[in-house]
């Protein structure tokens, strides 16, 4: 009998979602759960919600049927192999910085043990508030001791050095 498990040897998976949506966040676990051989993921956070499913989206919320709070979705969830074992480079791509994004690559860091690589790209929406919470993500407790962390700026970032100058 074959095994019906499609994503057993992905090696490779490019994703587009919202890490800010829980049903959303429920697909990735169930999706990371089967791929055993994961070793390079790349999420495209896309926010493209029409004002319907946006104006009913706490009505159908996915919290209503977890057994813990939506915050806790990553710190409760059964470690995944791809996480323990095999996932090696990460890249999320239109990050924000809110805090439903914040739970993925804080997850990643503290669980992730051979992680070698995890690249955020910032959105160009990217918020004050929002980049001081994704710099908090370097001072995580690591799991991999081989891990480089890289937070790419947005593109239309203006840098200002202390002497008013730009690099």
């Known amino acids: 009998m074959e095994d019906p498990n499609l994503f057993k040897n992905l090696r490779e998976l490019t994703i587009d979602l919202d890490l800010n949506d829980r049903r959303e966040m429920l697909i990735l676990c169930i999706v990371l759960q089967r791929c055993l051989s994961l070793h390079q993921l790349e999420i495209n956070i896309k926010e493209s919600r029409s004002e319907i499913e946006e104006a009913t989206r706490n009505y159908s919320s996915v919290n209503n049927r977890l057994p813990y709070p939506e915050t806790k979705l990553w710190e409760q969830r059964e470690l995944c192999d791809c996480i323990t074992f095999t996932l090696r480079h990460v890249s999320i791509k239109g990050f924000n910085g809110k805090d439903g994004e914040m739970e993925f690559p804080r997850h990643l860091i503290t ?16 918020s004050s508030e929002g980049g001081k919470a994704t710099l908090g993500l370097l001072s995580l407790p690591r799991s991999s001791i081989d891990v480089s962390i890289l937070l790419k700026p947005p593109p239309n970032l203006l840098v200002v050095l202390e002497d008013g100058s730009q690099p």
């Not at 669980?111 to 990217?126: F, G, P, Q, S, V």
């Open 111 to 126: 669980k992730c043990a051979k992680l070698e690589r995890l690249e955020i790209w910032c959105n160009h929406d990217w």
